[in-house]
T-cell receptor, first 112, second 120 residues
Framework: DQQVKQNSPSLSVQEGRISILNCDYT??????FLWYKKYPAEGPTFLIS?????DKNEDGRFTVFLNKSAKHLSLHIVPSQPGDSAVYFC???????????FGTGTLLAVQP | AAGVIQSPRHLIKEKRETATLKCYPI?????VYWYQQGPGQDPQFLIS???????DKGSIPDRFSAQQFSDYHSELNMSSLELGDSALYFC???????????????????FGNGTRLTVT
């Protein structure tokens, strides 16, 4: 039962354009969401997070939007750079658990 | 800045053998998490420890055990290895039990670069 889903396994974007990565979740107990970026042969690196009491959080080129009613969040990267090419994981916390639940990941390729 | 250190980076074992993976958290981090990532899959939570006590348990097989030591490093012990145990094993650490919202008392998970275990 995949509680956090990233339906696009891959995304290709031109350098300078906007990258939009999407994530859907099923568990209404999730109250905090994070995006991690992962390069090959490295561990996931924390990027940005958002609490369920907010609908937007911005950090430099990265903005995360949360639509609680739709149980959907997205990560916007503007402008996209070739160095952003990596796998992006959406992850969520919820309820009393300390464990982070990951989505299946989206491979972003930014073309020069 | 110091990161989470995992050893070894690569490990090759045969079926039914045992393996021990080690994790050294970021200094001052007192919470450790273990994740397993199979080929083409998302990281799956195995187990976590806070202040040397097990704090949460996920899909960790009974053949596996883990502990956190007084210096906060952690070891994942895997016995009777099976072919399906071949995966990337990530360790992560955090300051405090990592619960949102993050504050000076807790932090998001910081991951190591993983141990790639191959069972032949």
């Amino acid at each position: 039962d995949q509680q956090v889903k990233q339906n696009s396994p891959s995304l290709s974007v031109q350098e300078g354009r906007i990258s939009i990565l999407n994530c859907d979740y099923t568990n209404s107990m999730f109250d905090y969401f994070l995006w991690y970026k992962k390069y090959p042969a490295e561990g996931p690196t924390f990027l940005i997070s958002i609490s369920s009491i907010k609908d937007k959080n911005e950090d430099g080129r990265f903005t995360v939007f949360l639509n609680k009613s739709a149980k959907h969040l997205s990560l916007h990267i503007v402008p996209s750079q070739p160095g952003d090419s990596a796998v992006y994981f959406c992850a969520a916390y919820g309820g009393a658990t300390n464990k982070l639940i990951f989505g299946t990941g989206t491979l972003l390729a930014v073309q020069p | 800045a110091a990161g989470v250190i995992q050893s070894p980076r690569h490990l090759i074992k045969e079926k039914r053998e045992t393996a021990t993976l080690k994790c050294y958290p970021i200094p001052r981090h007192d919470t450790v998490y273990w994740y397993q990532q199979g080929p083409g899959q998302d990281p799956q939570f195995l187990i976590s420890f806070y202040e040397k006590m097990q704090s949460d348990k996920g899909s960790i097989p009974d053949r596996f055990s883990a502990q956190q030591f007084s210096d906060y490093h952690s070891e994942l012990n895997m016995s009777s290895l099976e072919l399906g145990d071949s995966a990337l094993y990530f360790c992560a650490s955090s300051l405090g039990p990592s619960r949102a919202p993050f504050s000076s008392y807790n932090s998001p998970l910081h991951f190591g670069n993983g141990t790639r275990l191959t069972v032949t």
